[in-house]
């Protein structure tokens, strides 16, 4: 089993939806979980971190963590073509933050006009 | 202005001719990583270092040395590159303090033919 895992899509959604991308995790101590925007051929960016339970709102984003299902969600509200990218899902784990960061293998999105 | 420093940025070599790849960063971050990214596996951590002197590795170590003789550079050399080292090689560099944001080089797209 992959330490992080996400589907891989293509997820396609047209503008103006609400896109919902999903990650889960088999370390069941980790704290701390990130999304990651990455469009072709550049470097990742942090979005959205979430280190509790519940949800947690950042303009348009939404992040979603569920300790117990050992699954964190990112939301997209009035999805953009601008939105379309690889988004990557990070959790570092139990051991805590040594810089050691594990990520999912991305799912890209596509936002059709 | 805070960055991580990659090159080269793009590089075409032969199997089995060594090559280092240099990354410095300006923001006096103790933890430094290299990944490599690949369709479909998202990235993959090769090794990482928690300080001067202090490295160790990832998920996908074999083939790739590192140090950290300064706290600033962080260089990724492959002895004796082989095609499945074909990738794209991203840097990063977090604050002991501050590790929820990791900064990205801009990456090193890496062909070994």
């Known amino acids: 089993q992959k330490e992080v895992e996400q589907n891989s899509g293509p997820l396609s959604v047209p503008e103006g939806a609400i896109a919902s991308l999903n990650c889960t995790y088999s370390?069941?101590?980790?704290?701390?979980f990130f999304w990651y925007r990455q469009y072709s051929g550049k470097s990742p960016e942090l979005i959205m971190s979430i280190y509790s339970n519940g949800d947690k709102e950042d303009g348009r984003f939404t992040a979603q963590l569920n300790k117990a299902s050992q699954y964190v969600s990112l939301l997209i509200r009035d999805s953009q073509p601008s939105d379309s990218a690889t988004y990557l899902c990070a959790v570092y784990p139990m051991s805590g933050n040594t810089g050691k960061l594990i990520f999912g293998q991305g799912t890209t999105l596509q936002v059709k006009p | 202005e805070a960055q991580v420093t990659q090159n080269p940025r793009y590089l075409i070599t032969v199997t089995g001719k060594k090559l280092t790849v240099t990354c410095s960063q300006n923001m006096n971050h103790e933890y430094m990583s290299w990944y490599r990214q690949d369709p479909g596996l998202g990235l993959r951590q090769i090794y990482y270092s928690m300080n001067v002197e202090v490295t160790d590795k990832g998920d996908v170590p074999e083939g790739y040395k590192v140090s950290r003789k300064e706290k600033r550079n962080f260089p990724l050399i492959l002895e004796s590159p082989s095609p499945n080292q074909t990738s794209l090689y991203f840097c990063?560099?977090?604050?002991?303090?501050?590790?929820?944001?990791?900064?990205f080089g801009p990456g090193t797209r890496l062909t070994v033919l």
């Open positions: 370390d069941r101590g980790s704290q701390s």
């Open positions: 990063a560099s977090t604050s002991r303090t501050r590790t929820d944001t990791q900064y």
